[in-house]
């Protein structure tokens, strides 16, 4: 399985952006998916997850602001993000949010919020 995230960018602080991240490969429809970011000197942290049946979770700090979405049709999980804050810049990635069905990394999207 191959993971590419795209649709990062610069935007203001309380702009929004949509990430699009596809998975090629594997059986996507079963499997459950999340967004993960990364900031700079920082672990990587999961930040939404939605499950193979599309019930959602979100992290405390994007709760509210963000929305996880899939099309199975067309192997895409979604991230769109509204409010952005400075801190939510970081480089987003999707994966499987168990470690134990997790796929080697993809590059990640950089997402860049100035104040």
């Known amino acids: 399985v191959q993971l590419q995230a795209s649709g990062g960018g610069l935007v203001q602080a309380g702009g929004s952006l949509r990430l699009s991240c596809v998975a090629s490969g594997g059986i996507f429809s079963i499997n459950d998916m999340g967004w993960y970011r990364q900031a700079p000197g920082k672990q990587r942290e999961l930040v939404a997850v939605i499950t193979s049946g599309g019930s959602t979770n979100y992290a405390d700090s994007v709760k509210g602001r963000f929305t996880i979405s899939r099309d199975n049709t067309k192997n895409t999980v979604y991230l769109q993000m509204n409010s952005l804050k400075p801190e939510d810049t970081a480089v987003y990635y999707c994966?499987?949010?168990?470690?134990?069905?997790?796929?080697?990394w993809g590059k990640g999207t950089q997402v860049t919020v100035s104040s």
């Open positions: 994966n499987r949010p168990s470690s134990a069905r997790r796929v080697p």
